[in-house]
């Protein structure tokens, strides 16, 4: 085990503890030893598909020695948590009447299954799922009606969202093509599973993009750290995003490499435990309005190179350290020691695309096949709503609805066609 190994389990146990079984070989016993310790009767949430069958036996498995009963059988979410399989997955948990869930997936099967188990709970006061997005309105109703979410215990599959450890549920209503987002503690999973050995069962382009997506989480938490959290957040992204690089690098070279595997999975990890320090911000929330065109770690990788020039004075610090990373990692040639403000945040940029582009990734909205200049539209007027003020205000250079046409039109403005110099700075 490598030294940035080493640190990012340490972090992780000191994040979790023993509630949170980690690495390659926990599938064999965790999800049954974790379960027991939850309830007696169970649904089982899982992938109905040809690839998890080999995993499906074994968790089920685990259940049976563990003396769980699975009273019941339901097919996970498909990407990107749709309303309808939260409501699905909600009619199976009311007919079935589990102590509680296991989940097994990737991100999106996870969050379906917390933002079914909040409606499970809470739908006979608050009836639709729409009542919970937003932060802290679970818990809201919880503490008015002395009510508690179904437990569940969450089996990861992919490296990506970090949704089996943290307060977080994206959930996508394909009609308007809009995600929208739960954060509250109380939909944290009790219990977690992740076996990083299970990840090169996935395809490669959905493990490049779970990279991705931990990178934003690590980058965007850092680069908005408050000043008290700012050494603790410096320690877990540093230590995540230099993990998720040489991970992803190594893995577009050689899918089959375990090495990189456990890499991505403690770096992803990494972004888990970031986004429940602190919060991201800019590139989350503008990918939650390009769900149509572009997968979420995708999105938020093209979108982070055009906010980091807007942040980047506000930023230098942060950016020191990140540019850093990209370069050891030979993403970015010359040294940035000397740089500051924006010009700073250009050459940080430029780190970033070059990563995307050797994944094979756009860098510019312009090349994303099915794009249109209303997913610009689309983009400032999520930016304006309520549910989804948290991201603007977790900015390091914090926005509110009234200067989202001023300043984060131009951002998206220069992501389109990938000119920095559209960027305005506040």
Same mark, same amino acid.
């Given at each position: 085990?490598?030294?940035?190994?080493?640190?990012?389990?340490?972090?992780?146990?000191?994040?979790?503890?023993?509630?949170?079984?980690?690495?390659?070989?926990?599938?064999?016993?965790?999800?049954?030893?974790?379960?027991?310790?939850?309830?007696?009767?169970?649904?089982?949430?899982?992938?109905?598909?040809?690839?998890?069958?080999?995993?499906?036996?074994?968790?089920?498995?685990?259940?049976?020695?563990?003396?769980?009963?699975?009273?019941?059988?339901?097919?996970?979410?498909?990407?990107?948590?749709?309303?309808?399989?939260?409501?699905?997955?909600?009619?199976?948990?009311?007919?079935?009447? $589990? #102590?509680?869930?296991?989940?097994? +997936? !990737?991100?999106?099967? %996870?969050?379906?299954?917390?933002?079914?188990?909040?409606? /499970? &709970?809470?739908?006979?006061?608050?009836?639709?799922?729409?009542?919970?997005?937003?932060?802290?309105?679970?818990?809201?109703?919880?503490?008015?009606?002395?009510?508690?979410?179904?437990?569940?215990?969450?089996?990861?599959?992919?490296?990506?969202?970090?949704?089996?450890?943290?307060?977080?549920?994206?959930?996508?209503?394909?009609?308007?093509?809009?995600?929208?987002?739960?954060?509250?503690?109380?939909?944290?999973?009790?219990?977690?599973?992740?076996?990083?050995?299970?990840?090169?069962?996935? $395809? #490669?382009?959905?493990?490049?993009? +779970? !990279?991705?997506?931990? %990178?934003?989480?690590?980058?965007?938490?850092?680069?908005? /750290? &408050?000043?008290?959290?700012?050494?603790?957040?410096?320690?877990?992204?540093?230590?995540?995003?230099?993990?998720?690089?040489?991970?992803?690098?190594?893995?577009?070279?050689?899918?089959?490499?375990?090495?990189?595997?456990?890499?991505?999975?403690?770096?992803?990890?990494?972004?888990?435990?970031?986004?429940?320090?602190?919060?991201?911000?800019?590139?989350?929330?503008?990918?939650?309005?390009?769900?149509?065109?572009?997968?979420?770690?995708?999105?938020?990788?093209?979108?982070?190179?055009?906010?980091?020039?807007?942040?980047?004075?506000?930023?230098?610090?942060?950016?020191?350290?990140?540019?850093?990373?990209?370069?050891?990692?030979?993403?970015?040639?010359?040294?940035?020691?000397?740089?500051?403000?924006?010009?700073?945040?250009?050459?940080?940029?430029?780190?970033?695309?070059?990563?995307?582009?050797?994944?094979?990734?756009?860098?510019?909205?312009?090349?994303?096949?099915?794009?249109?200049?209303?997913?610009?539209?689309?983009?400032?007027?999520?930016?304006?709503?309520?549910?989804?003020?948290?991201?603007?205000?977790?900015?390091?250079?914090?926005?509110?609805?009234?200067?989202?046409?001023?300043?984060?039109?131009?951002?998206?403005?220069?992501?389109?066609?990938?000119?920095?110099?559209?960027?305005?700075?506040?």
């Amino acid at each position: 085990m490598s030294e940035l190994e080493a640190k990012a389990t340490q972090l992780l146990k000191e994040f979790k503890g023993n509630a949170y079984a980690f690495g390659n070989g926990v599938l064999d016993s965790a999800p049954g030893e974790f379960s027991a310790q939850v309830g007696k009767k169970a649904l089982f949430v899982a992938p109905v598909r040809k690839w998890f069958d080999p995993y499906r036996e074994q968790i089920l498995a685990s259940l049976a020695d563990s003396g769980v009963d699975v009273i019941g059988t339901a097919g996970s979410a498909a990407p990107n948590a749709p309303f309808v399989d939260v409501y699905r997955i909600h009619s199976h948990i009311m007919h079935r009447k $589990p #102590d509680f869930i296991v989940a097994a +997936g !990737g991100g999106s099967a %996870i969050d379906a299954v917390k933002g079914a188990a909040v409606l /499970a &709970s809470l739908g006979e006061i608050e009836p639709e799922i729409d009542s919970f997005f937003g932060v802290g309105e679970v818990s809201r109703v919880c503490s008015r009606t002395n009510k508690h979410i179904l437990p569940v215990v969450a089996i990861m599959m992919a490296a990506s969202s970090g949704a089996h450890l943290t307060k977080y549920s994206n959930i996508t209503d394909l009609l308007a093509g809009q995600k929208k987002l739960i954060v509250d503690e109380a939909i944290v999973p009790p219990r977690a599973v992740f076996d990083y050995r299970v990840t090169a069962s996935q $395809p #490669d382009a959905l493990t490049l993009d +779970g !990279g991705l997506d931990g %990178i934003a989480h690590c980058l965007e938490v850092f680069f908005g /750290a &408050s000043e008290e959290a700012f050494d603790k957040t410096r320690e877990i992204a540093q230590t995540g995003i230099d993990l998720i690089i040489d991970g992803l690098t190594r893995v577009k070279r050689e899918p089959s490499d375990i090495t990189a595997r456990t890499l991505l999975g403690l770096g992803t990890d990494m972004g888990a435990y970031a986004i429940m320090v602190g919060g991201t911000s800019g590139a989350h929330l503008s990918s939650f309005s390009l769900v149509d065109v572009l997968s979420h770690g995708r999105a938020c990788a093209l979108m982070n190179p055009y906010y980091t020039v807007f942040f980047a004075p506000a930023i230098e610090e942060q950016l020191r350290v990140v540019g850093n990373i990209y370069r050891k990692h030979g993403y970015l040639g010359a040294p940035i020691d000397k740089l500051t403000g924006r010009d700073l945040g250009v050459a940080v940029a430029e780190g970033m695309l070059n990563l995307s582009t050797f994944l094979g990734f756009p860098v510019t909205l312009n090349q994303v096949p099915g794009i249109s200049r209303k997913h610009i539209e689309r983009c400032l007027n999520a930016a304006k709503n309520p549910q989804l003020d948290m991201k603007l205000r977790n900015m390091p250079v914090p926005l509110h609805a009234g200067l989202v046409d001023d300043y984060m039109a131009p951002i998206l403005e220069a992501a389109w066609d990938g000119d920095f110099s559209r960027i305005k700075s506040l």
